[in-house]
């Protein structure tokens, strides 16, 4: 089992919709999560990190569920600009680990 | 924000040939760095964890003798990969965090490199 599982996509959304993206991860121990953005052939940035509580910025939304070893991220309104990858981070030692991705296109 | 450095950005190389790749720290200090690899449309893989001062850990299945890791400051960390071959092109990223080792926070990447053997 993968350490850190995407759904594998591709989502092809018309703008303004809701998109959903879920991930799960294998090790108990992970201390810290985030959701980074990939742009075709460019770095990863930083989109939100994610707190167990839950936590909001702006359209995102993002949630991590413990028990289950999932975390969410959910866009709303989309807009063309969010077309983009979309990478579950995962920090189980003083590492990251990836997972491979949700590829998310908006259309007009 | 925090800013991590990469050079270069993109590189053309003959087969045999070592290539070394920078990645600087710009406005911190970054005891631990980590270097990524990514294939077209694959995930990144951790290759190692750059640590100042000292060897870097190299994950399972990458060569050390081949991807040589220095990280004799701390801004600065540079992956040689020597003896390149066609089957090393690919995009190379690397990273670090701000707030010394602290697990919570985030990673900056560099803008990466692509590398490209011929």
């Known amino acids: 089992r993968k350490e850190v599982e995407q759904d594998p996509g591709p989502f092809n959304v018309p703008e303004g919709a809701t998109v959903a993206f879920n991930c799960t991860y294998s090790n108990s121990a992970s201390q810290s999560f985030f959701w980074y953005r990939q742009d075709c052939r460019k770095e990863p940035k930083l989109l939100m990190s994610v707190y167990s509580s839950g936590n909001e910025d702006g359209r995102f939304t993002a949630q991590l569920n413990r028990a289950s070893q999932y975390i969410s991220l959910l866009i709303r309104d989309s807009k063309l600009s969010d077309s983009a990858t979309y990478l579950c981070v995962v920090n189980p030692q003083n590492d990251m680990r990836f997972g491979a991705g949700t590829r998310l296109t908006v259309k007009p | 924000g925090a800013v991590v450095s990469q050079h270069p950005s993109r590189v053309i190389c003959k087969s045999g040939t070592s290539v070394k790749i920078e990645c600087r720290s710009l406005d911190f200090q970054a005891t631990t760095m980590f270097w990524y690899r990514q294939f077209p449309k694959q995930s990144l893989m951790l290759m190692a964890t750059?640590?100042?001062?000292?060897?870097?850990?190299?994950e399972q299945g990458v060569e050390k003798d081949k991807f040589l890791i220095n990280h004799a400051s701390l801004t600065l960390s540079t992956l040689t990969v020597t003896s390149a071959h066609p089957e090393d092109s690919s995009f190379y990223i690397c990273s670090a965090r701000t707030g010394g080792q602290g697990r919570n926070s985030p990673l900056h990447f560099g803008n990466g490199t692509r590398l490209t053997v011929t």
């Open positions: 750059s640590n100042e001062g000292s060897k870097a850990t190299y």
